[in-house]
């Protein structure tokens, strides 16, 4: 069991380290724990503002917050957090429902990895 401390000890290893960059794309294969870059990534990786935010306890969950602007129109399905503006290893990695952007839209994206 981590305990409550722990959680907050892990929370601020996460915010002090460098996964803060956030890259979208348009695959939409099933998330896996041996993936380690997007499955059809797309755009330039924004660099996100990292934080620490309640779920269950204080400070239990890391939060990275960025905005993407498209340079085409995409149907973005995957996103991913990796610790480099450019490759680098990916911390984490969903999947969800088409995000269609037209060329110059922006979609901002929220990242929660809670410690419960």
Not at 13 to 34: C, D, H, N
Not at 65 to 78: C, H, K, S, Y
Not at 99 to 116: E, G, P, R
Request: charged share 15%; net charge neutral.
């Amino acid at each position: 069991m981590v305990t409550t401390r722990g959680k907050e000890i892990v929370v601020d290893l996460l915010v002090a380290s460098t996964s803060k960059y956030i890259e979208v794309g348009t695959g939409a294969t099933a998330e896996a724990a041996g993936q380690t870059a997007l499955v059809t990534p797309v755009e330039t990786r924004a660099t996100g503002t990292q934080s620490k935010v309640t779920t269950t306890t204080t400070n239990d969950t890391y939060q990275a917050v960025g905005t993407v602007t498209a340079t085409a129109v995409r149907a973005l399905q995957e996103s991913g957090v990796f610790d480099a503006a450019t490759a680098g290893n990916m911390l984490a990695r969903g999947v969800f429902t088409t995000v269609n952007l037209a060329s110059a839209d922006s979609i901002a994206l929220t990242w929660k990895i809670a410690l419960t």
